[in-house]
């Protein structure tokens, strides 16, 4: 079955970094525009950062451009979240999504997710 795994979630301090990965088994990445979303408790889930096909074209969440950084090795089946100067508000747990469509900031856009990895920044 095809699915989406993320990883490299955990605590990290106010200021710190965490990469994460999300890689996917059964299926290709090629030819998928891709990217994160983000949870809080209580809150919707939001677009952080969507990259495109061939990784050349990045896109960002106002709250987290200049910290974090969206990339994609489609020869490793893998797209990346690196993120630095973490904030706490960065809580949340995390989700990468797939879609055959434009690149877009619409959850709705997005057919197929991962499982989420949690992410937690102390203050």
């Known amino acids: 079955q095809a699915q989406l795994v993320e990883s490299g979630g955990g605590l990290v301090q106010a200021g710190g970094s965490l990469t994460l990965s999300c890689t996917a088994s059964?299926?290709?990445?090629?030819?998928?525009?891709m990217a994160w979303f983000r949870q809080s408790p209580g809150k919707e889930r939001e677009f952080v950062a969507v990259?495109?096909?061939?990784?050349?074209?990045?896109y960002y969440a106002n709250s987290v451009k200049g910290r974090f950084t969206i990339s994609r090795d489609n020869a490793k089946n893998t797209v990346y979240l690196q993120m630095s100067s973490l904030k706490p508000e960065d809580t949340a747990i995390y989700y990468c999504?797939?879609?055959?469509?434009?690149?877009?900031?619409?959850?709705?856009?997005?057919?197929?997710w991962g499982q989420g990895t949690q992410v937690t920044v102390s203050s």
């Open positions: 059964g299926r290709t990445l090629t030819g998928t525009v």
């Open positions: 999504a797939a879609s055959q469509t434009t690149i877009t900031a619409r959850r709705n856009e997005y057919t197929d």
């Open positions: 990259i495109s096909v061939r990784g050349s074209i990045p």
